[in-house]
């Protein structure tokens, strides 16, 4: 063989060592893989340059979100690997923290790192990065909590709406009485949805809707309202794959962002159409002609719209919000606090015998009977504490600064939340937690404002809930007509307590009873 072709097969490529080089590179992109796969809190957490491993599940939690119950496998989670106080886990490339146990969630909640929302991408194009709840942290979020304190949110103001609150409640009231004589039961849930959104309506645009008995009216502009806030729900609560993917943004692969702004376009027709039927009876000089000239939602941002330049954008989302905020959530809650009541006769009894020794049967309940009927509301914090409506995803909080909780460094741009289911189960945190026990508040009495996180529905710190106060009196008023009225009974389905946490922790089978009338 001569010297050139020694030369040209020793150019050649040897077969053997490409296949070494090759089953070098696989082997190190799979020990590159398991390394991030594997790391505690997942590979989120072993891309950050956090240096100390926080406690977490190892691997990408996506599957926790696309449960019924994340809220509880989250909490089995954080029991297992010893970290109530502070766990890891990652969805995707987003960085999660969790709390389980009150002073972390403190830490959070009542911090100055944690005063953003996460970038939801429903959200921002629901408008409601203009709105309260998603609106940056700044001068303008900071405008929206003082026109929310100040005006809509007034003591004053809240006792304004008694009057309606206690119509509305009093015809829920001919509607139960009416499904018992068609139907001999009562599917609530429907009865407390049309009622909290008619409550809401009021409050906000000052006119409420004709969707007659269970929801089947011909008012145009009714229909069209309950199915713009059902679109609505449904956008917010779904898991989408781009919050937490952003090259799957572009693609809009499950069309979330192409519903939204279907929905947002009719949303601003909708709403615009109301704004500008106040403007111009406010420049005819007539004030809450509907509301026996109580100034709702409208007519009051119209009177700030100068003072905080507010655009009709603004008050859009703003009010758009608000119907979210208010509609669900007390329809939800009353529903799980009456299904307890099914459930536990002798309690739902006490109550009944407290209403009628300090209240009676010749007139229906009012705001000012509440502070007295203590029972009720003991019914009211102990449903909150065994079925928190936002038991996950109503605190989610972003990181805009390096921050330290429970001791452990937490980078910016971490999505932190706080599992109050988690901690109102606590058997260290609570006596007997699985026991549905009003009692135990009588014994200590404990707010529900948000200073105590051992139990706190409607958050805690600068992102706490603005319409908690109100919230709390519609309930309370409602679920004393309710117990007024009528006794409930199971049927012979019984009760279901399974849940399913969508935007809100709902019973996952809407429960169907008896309302049993206690006239004489």
């Known amino acids: ?71 509880k496998l989250l909490s089995s989670l954080a029991n297992s690997l010893k970290a109530k106080r502070v766990m890891a886990f990652s969805v995707g490339f987003t960085r999660f923290i969790i709390s389980s146990h009150p002073n972390t969630a403190k830490e959070i909640l009542n911090g100055s790192a944690f005063v953003n929302r996460p970038i939801k991408e429903s959200a921002y194009e629901l408008l409601f990065d203009r709105a309260i709840g998603f609106a940056p942290y700044g001068e303008y979020w900071r405008n929206l909590r003082r026109i929310s304190s100040t005006y809509l949110f007034s003591p004053k103001r809240i006792a304004s709406f008694e009057v309606f609150r206690i119509q509305i409640g009093l015809t829920m009231v001919g509607d139960v009485k009416s499904l018992m004589e068609t139907k001999r ?15 809401v309506m009021k409050t906000v645009f000052g006119k409420c809707y004709e969707f007659g008995q269970n929801g089947n009216g011909n008012d ?12 609505g729900y449904d956008l917010l609560g779904v898991f989408n794959w781009s919050d937490h993917f952003p090259f799957l943004g572009l693609l809009d692969v499950q069309g979330v962002r192409k519903r939204c702004r279907q929905l947002v376009f009719m949303v601003k027709v909708f709403i615009g159409k109301i704004i500008e039927e106040h403007r111009v009876k406010r420049f005819g000089g007539v004030f809450g002609e509907e509301s026996g000239g109580d100034e709702d939602f409208v007519d009051v941002l119209l009177g700030l719209e100068k003072e905080y330049n507010l655009s009709d954008s603004d008050m859009i989302a703003i009010l758009w919000e608000m119907i979210f905020r208010g509609t669900d959530t007390i329809a939800i809650l009353l529903e799980w606090i009456l299904a307890r009541m099914v459930l536990h006769p002798d309690i739902q009894w006490k109550a009944q015998s407290e209403i009628d020794n300090l209240v009676g049967t010749s007139r229906p ?15 009211v914090k102990e449903t909150l504490r065994m079925h928190p409506p936002g038991p996950l995803l109503s605190w989610a909080r972003l990181a805009i600064h390096d921050t330290h909780v429970g001791g452990h460094l937490i980078p910016a741009g971490t999505t932190a939340m ?16 699985e026991k549905f026990m009003p009692e135990r508040f009588l014994d200590e009495d404990i707010s529900i404002m948000g200073s105590d996180l051992r139990l ?26 309710l117990l007024q009225n009528f ?28 309302a049993i009338s206690r006239a004489a």
């Open 220 to 231: 145009v502009d009714g229909v069209e309202l309950e199915k713009l806030v059902s679109e």
């Open 185 to 199: 039961c009562v599917e609530i849930k429907k009865v407390l949805h049309f009622g909290s959104l008619n409550n």
């Open 365 to 379: 309940v009012s705001d000012s009977d509440i502070p007295n009927l203590h029972y009720l509301q003991c019914i």
């Open 456 to 481: 706190a529905p409607f958050g805690s710190g600068r992102r706490v809930c603005p319409g908690k106060a109100l919230g709390l009196a519609t309930v309370h008023l409602w679920l004393a007509l």
């Open 1 to 71: 063989m001569s010297g050139e072709q020694k030369l040209f097969l020793f150019l050649l490529p040897n077969t053997t060592s490409c296949t070494s080089f090759g089953s070098l590179i696989f082997a190190f992109l799979l020990f590159l893989f398991f390394t991030l796969y594997l790391y505690p809190g997942g590979p989120a957490w072993a891309l950050s340059r956090n240096r100390a491993a926080i406690p977490g599940q190892p691997g990408n939690s996506l599957s926790i979100f696309n449960t019924r119950a994340p809220h």
């Open 418 to 433: 706080v599992n109050m289911w988690a901690i109102t189960h606590d058997e260290k945190v609570w006596s007997e937690p």
């Open 487 to 514: 006794n409930w009974v199971a049927t012979e389905n019984g009760v279901d307590l399974s849940e399913n946490l969508k935007l809100s922790c709902e019973m996952k089978n809407p429960l169907v009873c008896k």
